[in-house]
């Protein structure tokens, strides 16, 4: 049976549908550009809270200057509010200048704000590691001890560079450790000291092989990842290796390099941290760490910038390509753009 168009029987011209519009292809994400935030900023912890991700740092100055810190926080790694002077030395009485690589943790309901203040020297000299709480990652932070908590040096290891690592099990650790000697203690419920451990001693060495200082450590797929700086921290040689162990005591076998400088972007990569977005295991992995950018020479001359983070099918880490388009955005809760 034929059927005519209501145009044919007017004795109008057929008129062509319309093909079916093509989608316009997606805009490119553009990276967000290293480095991440304003200013000179080192030694930075990157870590998620709820809604944001926060980076904590110490602020990159003559150490006479280095008596507060700042905090940043973003929705989506792109935009970063500046959360001025969280902590600083009218508060920590104790301390007095060299304040320096803050690691937060959460507990509670409570942040707990580990820092090392005046670089001692010996076990003659007032300083070390202290630890501050605040109801909020911004602060305002107090001193949670009135003293510090880690204030002389044990198996030869500087109180500085603190990381503190949450155990599968609920059991914190305090990871640090300068002048190429790492520890690691047993912190107690309240964080006010430690537990010992099975053999009565308090400070244990698992200090890797080439270890300078900036320790940090991760649980992913069962095994333990141990990172840390190696070189010297003013020069073009600081670079981050790491190592994996089946428990957070080691013993932690160094594997080799994954963040290195590239004279042509930066040179004195080092000083970092990891930060996981939700997601799949395989996915959102972050390494925050500071630079020197080009042609800047002066020791605190840093700034913080942010990388892709991957592994291989063993579960190794691949080696990390500096740039200066750092990530794509990526707001909580959502996965990145292909």
Request: with cysteine; aromatic share 12%.
């Amino acid at each position: 049976m034929l059927t005519l168009s209501f145009a044919m029987l007017l004795g109008l011209p057929a008129i062509a549908a319309d093909p079916p519009a093509t989608p316009a292809p997606p805009a490119p994400v553009k990276a967000i550009g290293n480095p991440v935030i304003p200013g000179r900023y080192a030694d930075p912890e990157g870590v998620v809270f709820g809604d944001r991700y926060w980076i904590f740092a110490t602020y990159s100055a003559p150490y006479d200057e280095q008596t507060f810190m700042d905090c940043f926080s973003s929705p989506d790694l792109a935009a970063w509010t500046k959360h001025s002077r969280i902590i600083d030395t009218t508060v920590i009485k104790w301390a007095r200048r060299a304040m320096w690589a803050p690691s937060i943790i959460e507990k509670g309901g409570k942040y707990y704000l580990f820092f090392a203040a005046n670089d001692i020297q010996s076990d003659k000299e007032l300083g070390g590691i202290g630890v501050a709480v605040a109801d909020k990652p911004d602060g305002p932070y107090k001193d949670h001890l009135g003293k510090p908590l880690v204030d002389k040096f044990h198996n030869k290891a500087q109180p500085i560079d603190q990381f503190v690592f949450r155990d599968k099990d609920g059991q914190h650790y305090l990871i640090y450790g300068g002048w190429r000697h790492c520890n690691v203690a047993k912190l107690n419920d309240d964080f006010t000291g430690f537990l010992p451990f099975e053999d009565g001693k308090v400070f244990r060495e698992i200090t890797p092989e080439q270890y300078v200082e900036g320790p940090f450590m991760f649980l992913r797929n069962g095994k333990y990842y141990m990172m840390w700086s190696e070189g010297g921290w003013t020069g073009p040689n600081y670079a981050v290796a790491y190592a994996m162990a089946d428990s957070p005591l080691g013993p932690f076998k160094r594997i080799g390099k994954v963040l290195v400088q590239d004279p042509a972007i930066a040179t004195g990569a080092g000083h970092h941290s990891v930060m996981k977005a939700p997601g799949s295991d395989d996915d959102g992995w972050y390494i925050v760490y500071h630079r020197r950018p080009k042609g800047q020479k002066g020791a605190n001359d840093r700034v913080t910038c942010i990388e892709r983070m991957e592994f291989d099918e063993k579960g190794l880490i691949k080696p990390v390509t500096i740039t200066t388009e750092g990530v794509a955005p990526r707001p909580l809760g959502k996965l990145p753009a292909k």
